[in-house]
């Protein structure tokens, strides 16, 4: 792992073979997810005075942005976890599924904001044709978009004015550049410089 593993034996001695193999196990994590912020792997046997075989408890703790992983393996109803490689295989691949979904989660977010920026358009009425419902924004870089009196959100197109300010959204029409939404963000601004058709 990019960031110190920390790994705490309980009740039992520490072990370079089991370090070893929680090392590997934990550095296959970073090809799952690259954001882990920190590790820590606590191996528990329970009191000695059981006598039965000692089964072994995993618990992970896993740090990444915005959350946190933690997988509590106990070890009552599983007699595989007698075998310390069982039970650590067990634990982190069970850590392994929670941090791909987490990373699944991150990604939708991301590209959903992303998407929801790329689609944001601010820009003013500069052409009505309320006889042909539809008119034109142009954008605050200076282009023009059409759009119909459909796409103008709370049925407000008969309230529109040259120069209202407006947020959109934009898509590819068979014409060209065309809002598929449309919103008015403040009050009706004349402008001296626009004309009506």
């Not at 039992?12 to 920190?38: G, H, T």
């Not at 990373?103 to 992303?114: A, I, L, N, T, Y």
Request: negative net charge; charged residues 30%.
């Amino acid at each position: 792992m990019k960031l110190p593993l920390q790994i705490v034996f309980r009740n039992m001695e520490r072990s370079e073979s089991i370090e070893q193999r929680v090392q590997e196990l934990a550095e296959k994590l970073d090809s799952f997810c690259d954001s882990i912020m920190s590790c820590r792997v606590v191996i528990q046997l329970p009191h000695r005075h059981h006598v039965q075989g000692n089964k072994f408890s995993i618990r992970i703790d896993i740090t990444v942005p915005d959350s946190e992983i933690v997988v509590d393996r106990e070890p009552s109803n599983h007699a595989e976890y007698e075998d310390i490689n069982a039970a650590l295989r067990d634990a982190f691949d069970t850590t392994r599924r929670q941090l791909e979904d987490y990373v699944q989660r991150r990604r939708h977010q991301v590209k959903r904001h992303e998407h929801e920026q790329d689609q944001a358009q601010f820009g003013q009425i500069t052409k009505l044709l309320p006889e042909q419902d539809y008119g034109i924004v142009t954008t605050n870089d200076g282009r023009n978009v059409y759009f119909h009196a459909n796409s103008v959100s709370n049925h407000e197109f008969a309230k529109l004015r040259l120069g209202t300010e407006v947020k959109f959204a934009e898509e590819e029409g068979d014409k060209g550049p065309q809002a598929s939404t449309l919103r008015v963000l403040n009050e009706v601004q004349e402008k001296t410089d626009l004309q009506v058709v």
